[in-house]
């Protein structure tokens, strides 16, 4: 067993741009985070508006619900989180304006198999 490390956070960034989704990973190799995992999921908006057919009207109440969904998930350390969290700001905008994503840290107790981050 290995001694703890320095606090490190599991990053969630969810965004509907594709490119968005490749100029964080960009970014991230320019900060020093080498690994991330992308996840491509499906919005309630658009699960409601094209598989339950009485919310097929209601797609307009739901920005961004046409596209799949890019999750990006990484645990990075502190110093990096903040870096990080500009970075994303940066390509995505405003995530306090409907459409344009959701991000969000979570504390990570325990952590095993992390490969070292470029310095």
Request: net charge negative; hydrophobic share 45%; proline share 5%.
């Amino acid at each position: 067993m290995s001694e703890p490390g320095p606090a490190v956070e599991l990053l969630f960034c969810v965004v509907k741009d594709y490119h968005q989704r490749d100029m964080i990973l960009e970014g991230f190799l320019e900060l020093g985070i080498t690994g991330a995992t992308i996840i491509e999921g499906r919005g309630m908006g658009q699960v409601l508006s094209k598989d339950v057919p009485i919310f097929a009207g209601l797609s307009s109440l739901f920005p961004g619900g046409n596209d799949n969904s890019q999750m990006i998930l990484s645990v990075v350390d502190e110093e990096k989180m903040i870096q990080a969290r500009r970075l994303i700001e940066d390509v995505c905008g405003d995530f306090n304006l409907p459409g344009t994503g959701i991000l969000f840290t979570l504390p990570v107790n325990s952590i095993w198999g992390l490969a070292k981050e470029i310095s």
